[in-house]
C-alpha cells in the first residue's frame, strides 16, 4: 500500500559535450519483481491511493557531439512474475486510485551531431508474468481510476541524425507468457 507522494525531478543545462548525454526520472508507487526457480505460489495485492505519482525531466542541451536521450517514467502499481518450475499459481490485485501517474519531458536541443530521443510513459497498473511451468492458474485484476498523463514537449534543432519523441498515457496492462520446454 503507497498512501504517499512520489516524485522524481531532473533537471539538467548541458553544453560541449564531445560524447552523449543520457538522463532518466522514474517516480513508483509500488513495484515488485520476483524471479524463482521453484514451484511458486504468487499473492500479489498493490492498492495505491496516493496525492501524486510524478516524474519530469526539464533538459536544456547543446553543442553535443554524440546522440541526446531523455526518459521520464511514472507508474502506480507494477508487477512481474518470471519463474521456471513444475507449478506457477499467480494472484494478482491492483488497485490504482491516485490523482495521477503523470511524467513529463521538456527538452531543448540545439547542435546535436548523432541522434535525439525522447521518450514518456505513464501507467496506472502493468502486470507481467512468464513461465514454462506445466501448471500456470493465473487470476489478475487491475482497477485504475486515476488520471494517467504523459506529456513531451520537445524544441529541437540543428541535429545530425535522426529524432525521436513518444508519448504513452496506459491505464491498465497486462502480459502473461507461458512457454513450453518441449516435455
Not at 559535450?17 to 517516480?27: K, R, T, Y
Not at 491511493?49 to 542541451?61: C, E, H, L
Not at 496506472?124 to 501448471?135: E, I, K, L, P, V
Amino acid at each position: 500500500m503507497n498512501f504517499n507522494a512520489s516524485v522524481s525531478t531532473l533537471n539538467t543545462t548541458v553544453h560541449g559535450v564531445h560524447g552523449d548525454v543520457a538522463g532518466q526520472s522514474v517516480a513508483g508507487g509500488n513495484v515488485v519483481d520476483i524471479t524463482t526457480m521453484n514451484d511458486t505460489h504468487v499473492i500479489n495485492d498493490q492498492y495505491n491511493k496516493s496525492v501524486t505519482i510524478d516524474s519530469t525531466i526539464n533538459g536544456r542541451v547543446g553543442d553535443v557531439g554524440g546522440s541526446v536521450g531523455y526518459t521520464s517514467q511514472a507508474v502506480c502499481n507494477s508487477a512481474g512474475v518470471s519463474t521456471d518450475p513444475v507449478v506457477t499459481a499467480i494472484t494478482s490485485n491492483q488497485e490504482c486510485r491516485s490523482i495521477d501517474p503523470s511524467s513529463t519531458v521538456n527538452a531543448k536541443a540545439f547542435n546535436i551531431g548523432g541522434d535525439v530521443g525522447l521518450a514518456s510513459s505513464a501507467v496506472g497498473n502493468t502486470f507481467q508474468a512468464d513461465s514454462n511451468a506445466s501448471n500456470m492458474p493465473v487470476d489478475t485484476a487491475q482497477i485504475n481510476s486515476s488520471f494517467v498523463h504523459s506529456t513531451v514537449n520537445g524544441n529541437v534543432a540543428n541535429v545530425g541524425g535522426s529524432v525521436a519523441a513518444t508519448s504513452t498515457a496506459i491505464g491498465n496492462n497486462a502480459q502473461i507468457i507461458h512457454y513450453s520446454t518441449g516435455n
